[in-house]
């Protein structure tokens, strides 16, 4: 081979070999004993598959406590193997990781592991989202009465909803550093807001109806039509909240452009 192609096509089979396995048709283009050869290809191999049991242990260090070392490297060996990484940047590594969890069968035994990862995952991405200044509240409080009802709100990109089914906050906050894995409630349905504060990420649990706003909300759809959904629940509260938190970036009615 030579010229650019050459090189291009010999950096994919490179690439093949030391991700994929497939090492057979790269090996071909070495000098000297192929098994050496094989050998040294495998020690790229375990470097990049350490590398990437390594990020997904940073990001999901409460599902890795809860399973062990054993069972949570095997489970990111399998993982890695069916969705390796689409781009360079490990820290952003993992995203299908609980989906992956709700259908291993080892894990069949701990219903709430998945939502535990969701957690997590949430987490990890509320600590890399990007930053926002708040809305313009006093822009906002112009907003005429009959006007309120279209508004339709932008959140900081920090801020993440989880609702699960199991009581994930509590089992979170027992595996951090210094507990002893014993939770609060082993029972009843969480529903958890995630935002970062300057540089550190909160939690904060939320009853059902301010969740199902803030699910509303964050699906882009209008003030009025949040309110719709929650019914009878005065939802000013959950927006003051949301407000003070500093967690509400802009606005707009009618204009696709924030304020």
């Known amino acids: 081979m030579s010229g650019a192609p050459g090189l291009a096509a010999m950096q994919r089979e490179f690439a093949a070999a030391v991700t994929a396995g497939d090492a057979d048709a790269f090996v071909a283009h070495l000098a000297g004993d192929p098994g050496r050869a094989l050998r040294r290809l495998a020690i790229y191999r375990r470097a990049i598959a350490a590398n990437r049991c390594g990020a997904l242990r940073a990001a999901y260090p409460v599902v890795a406590r809860l399973v062990g070392d054993a069972f949570f490297d095997e489970a990111a ?3 890695t193997h069916a969705s390796p990484p689409r781009e360079a940047d490990l820290n952003r590594y993992g995203a299908g990781l609980p989906a992956f969890l709700a259908g291993y069968p080892p894990a069949a035994a701990l219903p709430w ?44 990109p920090s801020v ?11 089992i979170w906050e027992a595996n951090q550093e210094g507990r002893d894995g014993t939770a609060a409630r082993d029972e009843g349905a969480d529903d958890i807001l995630v935002w970062r504060d300057g540089a550190r990420v909160r939690l904060a649990l939320l009853g059902a109806p301010e969740a199902g706003f803030l699910e509303a909300i964050m699906a ?22 949301l407000a003070g938190l500093g967690l509400i970036a802009g606005f707009h009615a009618g204009d696709p ?3």
Not at 130 to 154: H, I, K, N, T
Not at 221 to 237: C, H, I, K, N, S
Request: hydrophobic share 55%; net charge neutral; glycine share 6%.
């Open 257 to 259: 452009r924030p304020a």
């Open 220 to 241: 882009g759809v209008t003030l009025g039509e949040a309110a719709d959904r929650a019914g009878q629940w005065d939802f000013a509260p959950a927006l003051a909240r």
């Open 77 to 79: 060996r399998r993982f």
């Open 113 to 156: 592991l998945a939502d535990v990862a969701r957690l997590e995952w949430a987490w990890h991405e509320s600590l890399m989202a990007a930053d926002a200044s708040p809305a313009d509240f006093a822009a906002l409080a112009g907003v005429s009465g009959e006007a309120q009802p279209a508004l339709r709100f932008a959140l900081h």
């Open 160 to 170: 993440r909803l989880v609702r699960s089914a199991w009581p994930v906050l509590a």
